[in-house]
Structures are given as C-alpha cells and as structure tokens.
C-alpha cells in the first residue's frame, strides 16, 4: 500500500471508530446548542444534559441516541481521512523548508511517530489551512449531520434529508462554514501544536518499548491537546450549529447569530454543551489518533520503514 494510502485508510478506520462510539455524545449536544425552549435561560447543567438524554430515550429508546449516526459516517470517515491524509502531505512539503523543518535529536521519538516533524509555528498553519479546506469540501456534510441530529428538522430518512437541504441552494449547503472555519482553524492548530508538543516530550521522557506503549501514549497526548484546543473554541461551535439548525431570520450571518446568542442567554450561552463537546473531543482525540498512528506505525513495520 502507498504512503498516501496507509493515511487515508489509518485516518478513515480512526474517524469510523471513534463516530460509531460517541455518537450520542454529538446527539445530545446538538440538541442543547439550537437554541430551543429546552434551555430557556437557564446553563446546560448536569440535569439539563440527563433530562435531556431522558427525553431522548423516552420518544425512541436507547437506539434513539445514535440518531444522524449514519449522517456522521458520511461525514466524519471520509473527512477525517481526507484530513489525515492531506495533513500529512502538506506537513511532508513544509518539513523541506528551513522555515518549519524542526530539528530533534536522532533517535529521540523512536516507536513514538513516523509523522513528519515541524516547529509549532509550522504545525500551527499547517493545521489550520488543511482542517479549514478539508472542512469547505464537507461543509454540506456538516449541515446535514447537524440537522439530522437536531429535533427541529423532521427527516424522515437520511434521502429526505438530502434532498431537503439540496433545495435551498448553494447557501444553504455552505451555511455556518464562516463560523466553522473559525472554530476549525484555531482548533485543529492549536490540537496539532500541543498535541506534538506533548508526544515528543513524553516519548523523551519515557521512549516507547512497544506498540501498546506507543498506542498509550498517542492516546494520552491527543486527550490533553483536545481539552486544551477545545476549550478555547467551543463558542463558535455553539455559534455554527445555531446557524446550521435554526432558519429564524435572526439566525441568518454570523454577526447576527453572535448578538441574538447574546441577548438570550449572555455570554453562558456561548458555552452550552461545552462538557459533553469536551467529553466527546478528549475521547474522540484520544481514539482518533491513538487508531490513527498505531496503525501507521504498524504499517511501516511490517513494511520495514520504521
């Protein structure tokens, strides 16, 4: 198999993994972040979240909380391959430069990575511009993930679905992107910078004496790279489901979305679901890219690169 091919079945196997685990998650957060009478002015605290979940189980049973889980695989398995894969290439052509080639010492990530080596301002824009080009091809993806998800749409089948949102246009299929894109484009620079950051200095603290070791360790550094870039980001998420899911007049633009989020709820509202979108990043990162590299890492071995 290619190098090109190992990444996009890595990063399609890590995206199918970690969607069929935390659909509900996604589900349930959605249905917090649109905005409807389920809040009123109140946070998204622990009750809100188990009442919700409640209701959700009560209307469709436990299989209800999969909901747009078909929608999600439509979306997330080819996009997260499409960015892996794109990554590592773009990554591969900045690491030639002088610019962001970052020189460690030889040996110093052994069994730790084969993912090509750059200074934080290199992983910084590189994840930025692959996460935000990637996300303008499966932007009508998104919206229809998060539609399908939200209880304000009443699809009857992912088809309905499709064809519903493929009536309104162009600009219904790239609704929200602005706000995604400023949500994406810190995350995934923020994500790639730490996560790096952090699988280099406990590689060279604690080296990597096997597969299960490196897998661990992949795991813990996505896990920690996602609290931190999730944190930072998530009032724009709450701001791009509003815009995907709510066809009210006020929820047209982003500078409209931003001041009627803020008339109703205040700044608390630009936080709702916060938990359950950290909850669902911290476990996606950590399945993601633990899958993700210890499938490349046991890919080159047996191939003989590593």
């Not at 809100?48 to 999969?66: A, D, F, K, M």
């Not at 900045?94 to 301002?121: D, H, I, Q, W, Y």
Request: net charge positive; proline share 4%; aromatic share 8%.
């Amino acid at each position: 198999m290619t190098n090109v091919g190992q990444h996009l079945l890595s990063g399609a196997l890590s995206g199918l993994t970690s969607s069929l685990f935390l659909q509900p998650f996604d589900l349930i957060k959605t249905r917090l972040q649109q905005g409807d009478a389920v809040l009123g002015k109140r946070q998204a605290t622990p009750g809100i979240i188990r009442s919700t979940t409640r209701e959700i189980i009560s209307s469709s049973g436990v299989v209800g909380l999969w909901r747009g889980t078909s929608a999600t695989l439509i979306r997330n398995v080819p996009g997260i391959s499409l960015y892996m894969s794109s990554l590592s290439q773009v990554r591969a052509f900045m690491a030639c430069s002088p610019f962001f080639a970052a020189v460690r010492k030889p040996g110093s990530e052994k069994n730790a990575s084969v993912l090509p080596v750059l200074t934080s301002s290199g992983n910084l824009l590189s994840g930025a511009t692959t996460r935000v080009a990637v996300g303008f091809v499966l932007n009508p993806f998104s919206v229809l993930k998060a539609r399908y998800e939200s209880n304000l749409h009443t699809y009857g089948s992912l088809t309905s679905s499709v064809r519903s949102i493929l009536r309104g246009g162009p600009s219904e299929l790239f609704r929200g992107f602005l706000a995604s894109s400023l949500r994406d484009a810190p995350y995934a620079g923020l994500f790639l910078v730490f996560y790096e950051g952090i699988k280099y200095e406990a590689a060279s603290a604690l080296p990597p004496s096997s597969p299960l070791v490196s897998a661990a360790l992949h795991s813990a550094s996505g896990a920690a790279a996602g609290t931190i870039a999730t944190l930072t980001t998530h009032p724009f998420d709450v701001i791009k489901t509003r815009m995907q899911v709510r066809s009210e007049d006020k929820y047209h633009g982003l500078t409209r979305t931003v001041l009627t989020v803020w008339n109703e709820r205040g700044i608390s509202g630009f936080f709702d679901g916060a938990s359950l979108r950290l909850s669902r990043k911290i476990l996606s990162s950590a399945i993601g890219w633990g899958v993700y590299e210890s499938l490349l890492l046991f890919s080159r071995t047996r191939s003989g690169q590593v």
